[in-house]
């Protein structure tokens, strides 16, 4: 051994931070990270309330009878949670063939176009026929715009991402026109309305439970859920799609073919989605208004982000939070809380959530490797 070869230190190992997904997940871990991102998102939430000068106990009390307090909060809550399941089952279904659409939004706004659209041209049918034509419009008008975005990206190698964001603004000022001066406008003898004139009883959807509030959407809503799981773990092309999300050249090896996969999942995440704007506008609404729609398709990408991109999981997160927007009316009646605290609130639930689930689905690993 030589001079050199005694003088050279032996290398110090260096640990070293790695983030891996857990291989086995255990479910009492995964309620217990969304059990401590509830409590941690409710204390930062108290914690607004009580610098608003607000009663912090009767604040959460009006929210929690609110939500879920009576037969009537729980209908209002549901009435408020269908939109948001089916934008999220949208997400679940794109998201987990690593297909990163951001079109939930225009979706639904095509959707109720596209509704609208049949409500205007089927109208003298019978009922039944009437109502399912306008809802298979619905469903054909988001199933249409999310199969351009997957076009796009299959022709032409478009970011589904940039398509499907500029897809959103287009939809939301083609809308804009049509009922701001537009085909669509009601029109009274000295004012324009930015809408549409009242949708006759006969297009109404159904109602639930002898309510006004609770229509044949929730309905559509549990059966897509239903419809999800089956497609998503018990057909072929429920395999297609989660391989395209783990490991789509080893897909394209098999021979299936990328771009027709694809499409078919932005045509089942879109038509989805566009049932979301039919059970709005038909089963709520009754006329066809921007604002009505507004920021439905966004929040439904975090409610399928935080259900785990399950359908299950995402039902029960689209009920959580139709609850707190139905409860956070009588919070701000009853408790005086400022309106502005209402969305704040909603937006810290909706971060710990998130949080709840990076943890639950990944792990921090220490290794130690030579330096």
Known sequence: MTSI???????????????????NRKPLWTFAMYLAATLFGLLLSALLVWTSGADVIK??????NGAFGSQKAIIASLAKATPLILTGLATVVAFRAQ???????????????????????FAGLPPALFVSAIVLCGI???????????????????????????????????????????????VSTSVVYQQTGPIGEAAHLP????????HLGFAFALVSALVCYVVLEKTPLGYEIRALGYNPVALAYRGTNIGRTIILVMILSGAVAGLAGVSEIFGT??????????????????IGMIGGLRPLGTVAAGI??????????????????????????????MLTFLCAGVAARYKIVRVKTDG
């Not at 999310?146 to 299959?154: F, P």
């Not at 109602?207 to 609770?214: C, H, Q, Y």
């Not at 009754?286 to 398709?297: A, M, V």
């Open 140 to 186: 054909i008008g988001g199933a249409v715009l999310g199969a351009l975005a997957a076009i796009l990206k299959d022709r032409f190698d478009v970011n589904e991402i940039i398509s499907t964001v500029m897809m959103n603004y287009l939809i939301v000022f083609l809308l804009s026109w049509l009922i701001g001066g537009g085909p669509w406008t009601e």
């Open 320 to 349: 959580v939070f139709g609850g707190l927007s139905s409860g956070a009316l009588y919070m701000k009646l009853l408790a005086q809380v400022p309106a502005s605290l209402v969305p704040a609130m909603e937006g810290i639930l």
């Open 5 to 23: 070869e005694r003088d050279t230190p032996a290398p110090r190992p260096v640990t070293r931070i790695r983030i891996e997904p857990r291989v």
């Open 207 to 214: 109602a639930l439970m002898g309510s006004g509030k609770l």
């Open 59 to 64: 604040a959460f009390s009006a929210l929690l």
């Open 285 to 302: 609404a009754h006329r066809l208004r921007s604002d009505t729609l507004f920021n439905l398709g966004y929040t439904g990408i975090i």
């Open 99 to 121: 297909v990163w659409s951001i079109g939930q939004e225009g979706q639904v706004y095509a959707g109720a176009m596209g509704a609208y659209t049949g409500y205007l041209l």
